[in-house]
């Protein structure tokens, strides 16, 4: 809940997507503006809300957010809500992000979501809805693009893509429409922007984009000089960029590519009206997506090796069959001619529902005895950290295994984004390659079966507390995280003559810590015990690539594409600690979790060679 009194209200509120009705004799007026032309693939809409209070009295509107996703009955529906306290005499804006379900490829889902307004002067409460539908067509990568790129290329843009039956799949942005949270970006792939509309944009903006980059996102820049925009992305972002191509179909881009995270920063010198639509949307092609949400089913239901660890729910059909069978004859026959025989027929009144209790009672105890409480699950966690910033992103997939649930509602401490891992028992992919040369063969289609989920799922989301289908009794469920937070942990390389020196200020010890240098070379270091200088020994590129094929055989399909985007990487490090409980995103707390690995990831700093001091002293 926020709570506004005599704020100044910002100018820019451009474009109203909806006046909700009030009271014609009201002094008060409730804006809602969508963000987005067309909703992200996945993540959320973001919305933006304006009330202006001019009333004697302060007031409390409540906004309730239902998103449906659709295929001919419901699939899933996420149910959000958010109130907003405006003082008399003021006016309030607020950004909150609603909840999306994934989208599919099915020609016949939709996705549908339901806007109810409640507060003084909105009598009787306000209803309203939205949908968007898609064809069966391959889309592009969703993408936002600013208008100054838009107004001049993106019918262009459309047109190219229709002509290779794809369908264009993102939204127009004005500057002022640029969100101020990193969730915003959840579901998008890349942002286009030229180096005015960049410069243009509030710290607040520009950190959130920043954000969304460094968790795998893309931004493009067009500039007509490339030092000037390299320039106007530096006090982000302090990037280090390097010239890298991009081959199209008939161009070749020479672009200054620089890595942040686990994405990338791409300026490219143009002046936008001198460019060819055609050539954009051959490189939104070509950029592609940090992860798709219809490869991330196929990785999560197939190729999840953490979900492996977890059992699957036994049906024990032949005792259910049985149970039900003895039921029957107790509450019939023996019922009826043993309890209530002959003029005792009013004893069916009570021996009725007392059979009934006590054999669900009895059901119940079989359960817990065989189950118990709670459950286990798995964790793995990846945090990236960002070089020369006390900050880090953490990505989180979970699979648990539930026994008897008590309660299944839990809060987050902080704005995280959370989305269910759906298990659709689709047909069986071929067996990968990985660049190791080791072969990564599908699970078994009958153990993604087994962790089928209801027809119909809902899941609730009210300020911090989460609650619904994300947690079930009895059954195997996962799901995937990601949030940022602040951190004082990092990784610090020191240069000297016999190699690096690695400092690691991560709480924990580094079980293993391999290290792709700017030059290509390829080092390597285990047990690494916070602050204390190890040197890095040489290694080899099959033991890395040996390495990252360990933890890409784990990783679902969120972590997997950082893993890919991680290979080859110069002057980057990946680390893992075991058991490491600490970065994990706490969820249901009635469950036994177990997190291993943990996974470093991100850009050493670097620390002068005179900071080296002799090996075996720690510091």
């Known amino acids: 809940m926020l709570l506004f009194g005599g704020l100044p209200v910002p100018a820019a509120f451009a474009g109203i997507d909806m006046v909700v009705p009030t009271d014609p004799k009201s002094p008060i007026q409730v804006e809602v503006r969508r963000l987005f032309d067309e909703a992200p693939p996945a993540g959320y809409a973001p919305m933006r809300l304006k009330i202006s209070n001019w009333s004697t009295q302060r007031g409390r509107w409540v906004f309730q957010f239902k998103a449906t996703s659709s295929h001919y009955a419901e699939l899933e529906a996420f149910e959000s809500s958010f109130s907003l306290i405006v003082e008399s005499g003021s006016a309030g804006i607020m950004e909150f992000m609603v909840p999306l379900p994934k989208r599919d490829r099915s020609a016949h889902q939709y996705t549908q979501v339901e806007m109810h307004v409640s507060g003084p002067a909105v009598s009787g409460g306000h209803s309203t809805s939205f949908s968007s539908t898609y064809s069966r067509y391959e889309r592009s990568p969703y993408t936002l693009i600013g ?21 264009w ?66 006090s982000t972002f302090g990037l280090d960029f390097r010239q890298r191509d991009l081959t199209l179909a008939n161009a070749k881009w020479n672009d200054e590519v620089a890595s942040y ?24 092609r070509a950029l592609g997506a940090p992860w798709n949400p219809e490869r991330m089913n196929e990785d999560f239901e197939y190729f999840w090796g953490l979900s492996a660890l977890v059992d699957a729910i036994s049906n024990r059909a032949g005792f259910l069959l049985m149970f039900i069978f003895c039921f029957a004859i107790l509450v019939g026959p023996v019922n009826l001619f043993v309890f209530a025989k002959g003029d005792k027929r009013y004893r069916l009144f009570w021996t009725t529902p007392l059979i009934s209790v006590a054999a669900s009672f009895f059901l119940w105890m079989i359960i817990v005895f065989s189950d118990g409480f709670g459950g286990d699950g798995r964790r793995m966690v990846m945090c990236i950290l960002m070089p020369n910033q006390p900050r880090m992103i953490v990505l989180q997939e979970q699979i648990s295994r539930t026994a008897v649930l008590w309660g299944t509602s ?22 990968r390659t990985l660049p190791s040369g080791r072969s990564l063969k599908p699970l078994a289609h009958h153990q993604t079966r087994r962790r089928s989920v209801l027809t119909a799922q809902r899941y609730f989301e009210h300020g911090d507390l989460l609650s619904g289908d994300w947690f ?74 040996r390495f990252l094929d360990d933890l890409y055989t784990l990783a679902g399909g969120r972590i997997k594409p950082v893993l890919d985007e991680a290979r080859g990487r110069l002057d980057h490090y990946v680390a893992t600690v075991l058991d490491d409980e600490t970065e994990a995103i706490q969820t249901l707390r009635t469950i036994n979790w177990n997190t291993s690995p943990a996974v470093f990831l991100g850009r050493p700093d670097r620390l002068p060679e005179a900071a080296a001091r002799p090996l075996s002293s720690p510091p």
């Open 147 to 167: 208008s100054q790129i838009a107004l001049i290329h993106l019918p262009g843009i459309k047109k190219d893509l229709e002509a290779k039956s794809i369908e």
């Open 169 to 234: 799949d993102g939204s127009q942005v004005e500057r002022e429409d640029f969100a101020s949270s990193w969730r915003a970006y959840t579901g998008v792939a890349q942002i286009w922007l030229t180096e005015n509309e960049w410069t243009s944009l509030e710290v607040s903006q520009r950190d959130a984009v920043r954000d969304w980059v460094a968790q795998g996102g893309r931004l493009i820049v067009l500039g007509r000089d490339a030092s000037q925009a390299r320039q106007a992305l530096a």
């Open 261 to 284: 995270g686990a994405g990338e920063v791409r300026v490219h010198q143009a002046e936008v009206k001198r460019l060819l639509a055609e050539e954009i949307a051959a490189a939104i």
């Open 410 to 431: 839990f809060a987050i401490s902080q704005p995280t984004a959370i989305a269910p891992v759906q298990f659709n028992s689709g047909s069986s992919p071929s067996t």
């Open 472 to 545: 079930r009794s009895r059954a195997v469920q996962g799901a995937w995280l990601q949030e940022v937070r602040p951190t004082r942990a990092k990784i610090e390389l020191i240069p000297s003559q016999d190699g690096p020196i690695l400092v690691s200020s991560i709480s924990q010890t580094l079980d293993r810590f391999y290290y792709l240098d700017a030059e290509g070379a390829f080092y390597t270091a285990s047990k690494v015990a916070p602050g204390v200088r190890t040197p890095l020994k040489e290694s080899s590129r099959e033991d890395h690539e």
